[in-house]
């Protein structure tokens, strides 16, 4: 059985789309913007690993049914939290809510733009890997989950805003 390499494994969509938020959501003023795989499960996790003030977020993967038989679309998901911490934080929530939305609810004009912007980028480097997208985008959708939540630490007094965003996706694997 062939092994797959590091790199093949790292080169998947969510990696590019990530990417192009925090390339997108610099035009609103906010510095690089971190994204971190869902991994706090507790405000004290929250509190101790994010970034004390600013703008974060963190993601969920969720692979999809397909909705047709053509194997080669493949339909995806990703779940977004935004956390802003206490300084402006209503004001940061609906802009990085209403540029997101902006960006990434056109179906199909969203694919077309993303797709240049990866052509364009031609590579971008993840934990010191150069990958190449490998991949098309087809489709976007979004949602945006009535859930926003207030997370207080009262150990530390530290507030973070957060917003819960759904982006479904769907490509085509074109180096499988």
Not at 114 to 127: Q, Y
Request: charged residues 20%.
């Amino acid at each position: 059985m062939e092994q797959l390499s590091k790199t093949s494994t790292l080169n998947t969509p969510v990696l590019w789309i990530n990417a192009y938020l925090q390339d997108k959501l610099q035009n609103l003023g906010f510095e690089t913007i971190p994204f971190f795989p869902s991994i706090p499960s507790t405000i004290n996790n929250l509190t101790e690993m994010f970034p004390t003030s600013g703008i974060m977020a963190t993601y969920d993967r969720m692979i999809r049914m397909r909705r047709v038989p053509f194997p080669h679309i493949k339909c995806e998901q990703l779940l977004y939290y935004f956390y802003a911490t206490a300084e402006n934080s209503i004001i940061n929530m609906v802009q990085i809510t209403e540029q997101t939305l902006r960006l990434m609810d056109r179906e199909d004009e969203t694919a077309e733009e993303l797709n240049d912007w990866c052509r364009e980028k031609g590579s971008i480097t993840v934990e010191g890997i150069s990958i190449e997208p490998n991949f098309k985008f087809v489709n976007f959708k979004v949602f945006q989950l009535q859930e926003t939540r207030d997370v207080i630490n009262f150990a530390t007094a530290r507030t973070y805003a957060g917003n819960k965003i759904i982006i479904y996706y769907d490509y085509i694997m074109l180096n499988s």
